[in-house]
């Protein structure tokens, strides 16, 4: 292998383990506060491995939407339900921890047989190719061919401001 | 680096969101959750967007930046309902919400 592949692999390795790290301490986390972290460290590294599959722009807005905004909102919903600060032991339903693990197990078995059947011999990503004008790319096609889900999406952002609005104000 | 890789780690980060969804108590854990699970999907759209270079990148990217608006939107529209349960029932401990069980 060359040694941009080797670099790859590695960096590829690194941002795969910060993300099955961050995730499995979101799910186990003893503490509300801690998990929204380790949520945001998932989220970053995620960010990150779009940088490293060269999908610049959809890091950027992961960055900006997901870290900025989404995270945000979710320690507000902490702070607003009164979470208990600190480390409390009655966060997870104890009782179905196993049929939890077992559900994500089997899930991680099917998929992962079925894409292993398909894709295991798919050749290496050839992501050294710099993409000219991908953000162009983006811009136009969400005005051409997405046009449709990208009015939509607008709808929708309308409608869920103003039912959040109306849900979340006193009376 | 393999397309493999790429899609089974989308898959276990999937199936990590799956375990936090059922175990998790907290109203918002479980919002937490979803989002990894989210997450998951849009890793797997940019890989296979990264796998098709030619053909299907522009569209995964596009797609990508969809999930992510409506993943913004939900989780908005989710924190207004568990402030609501909040306000009339003190307690957004998910097994503790049960009036409408048989």
């Known amino acids: ?171 | 680096m393999r397309l493999i890789s790429i899609l089974l780690l989308s898959t276990a980060l999937f199936s990590i969101g799956i375990y936090g969804v059922l175990v998790r108590r907290n109203a918002v854990l479980i919002l937490m959750s979803i989002e990894l699970m989210l997450n998951a999907v849009n890793i797997n759209l940019i890989g296979f967007g990264t796998w098709l270079r030619d053909t299907a990148f522009v569209n995964a990217q596009a797609f990508a930046l969809f999930v992510i608006a409506v993943a913004a939107v939900e989780a908005g529209i989710g924190i207004a309902i568990i402030i609501a349960i909040y306000r009339n029932r003190a307690s957004i401990a998910v097994d503790e919400l049960d009036s409408m069980r048989w």
């Open chain 1, 1 to 171: 292998m060359s040694d941009q592949q080797v670099a790859q692999l590695v960096i590829f390795g690194v941002i795969a383990g910060v993300i099955i790290f961050g995730g499995v301490r979101v799910v186990t986390a003893q503490n509300v506060v801690r998990a929204a972290l380790y949520l945001v460290l998932t989220l970053a590294a995620t960010a990150a491995l779009f940088v490293l599959l060269l999908a610049e722009f959809v890091a950027v807005v992961q960055v900006l939407v997901y870290v900025g905004a989404v995270v945000v909102l979710l320690l507000f919903g902490i702070m607003l339900t009164r979470a208990p600060i600190g480390s409390t032991p009655d966060l997870d339903n104890k009782p179905y921890r196993m049929w939890g693990f077992l559900a994500g197990l089997v899930f991680f078995g099917v998929i992962g047989f079925v894409l292993w059947r398909h894709f295991a011999e798919a050749p290496a990503l050839v992501s050294s190719a710099p993409s000219a004008g991908s953000i162009e790319a983006i811009g136009r096609s969400l005005v051409t061919d997405w046009v449709v889900p990208f009015e939509a999406v607008s709808m929708l952002l309308l409608a869920a401001l103003i039912g959040a609005l109306a849900m979340a104000r006193k009376g």
